[in-house]
């Protein structure tokens, strides 16, 4: 009894580091923005003077005749212009980095009366190359330190919220940005309902143009 209790205990060991290495390698994935997708070996690597270096800007806005949606437990916002603006701190890195320089909102809205959307604090973008179940050239984004505050200029209603997994980055000769994550609650006036909200819209990415996410 006391072999098989050994053997159990190794087998839960051998499982728990396994796993840990498993989870250790995902991680380990270095990503890249590259002027093309070059995949040599099979894989999706940037080549050369394809590599796009430290300091490259991301611009991109929300797409022409489309809205970003916020719902919330205040209410629904639409918003009929939002940009985002970055700059990245590496070539390479896992997860590569970058610097918000801006996350902007306009003319939103909430059944018709005027909402002020303003990320209050822009925080910092991570950009994960996708790499399950197969390689692609595109990549999650997720925001951290950065705080969105939603404010129903008719009401008073004030709501704060912390951003996290924002979306995916697709990229092409014109890429693409799903926004799509949750927005936790974290503080607000009197008027803020408790609870989170959620964001979508989609977006083109002008700058740089083109763009793949790579290793």
Request: proline share 7%.
């Amino acid at each position: 009894m006391k072999n098989l209790k050994t053997l159990g205990l190794l087998v839960v060991v051998g499982a728990a580091l396994m796993a840990t290495i498993g989870a250790g390698s995902a991680a380990a994935t270095p990503t890249a923005l590259c002027k093309a997708p070059t995949t040599p070996g099979g894989l999706p690597i940037c080549e050369g003077n394809h590599l796009y270096p430290a300091n490259t800007t991301i611009h991109a806005h929300l797409e022409a005749e489309t809205k970003l949606i916020i719902p919330t437990p205040n209410g629904v916002v639409e918003c009929n212009k939002s940009t985002i603006d970055a700059t990245t701190e590496q070539a390479t890195f896992k997860p590569l980095g970058a610097i918000v320089n801006a996350l902007t909102f306009g003319e939103c809205f909430d059944a018709g009366e005027p909402v002020d959307v303003e990320a209050v604090l822009p925080g910092t973008l991570d950009i994960e190359i996708i790499d399950l179940p197969v390689w692609t050239h595109n990549g999650t984004l997720t925001l951290t330190g950065t705080q969105i505050r939603v404010l129903w200029t008719f009401t008073g209603d004030e709501c704060v919220y912390d951003a996290g997994h924002t979306g995916v980055l697709t990229g092409g000769p014109m890429a693409t940005i799903d926004w799509n994550g949750t927005l936790i609650g974290t503080g607000g006036n009197l008027g803020c309902l408790p609870g989170n909200a959620t964001w979508n819209g989609a977006y083109t990415v002008t700058k740089p143009e083109p763009l793949w996410v790579s290793m």
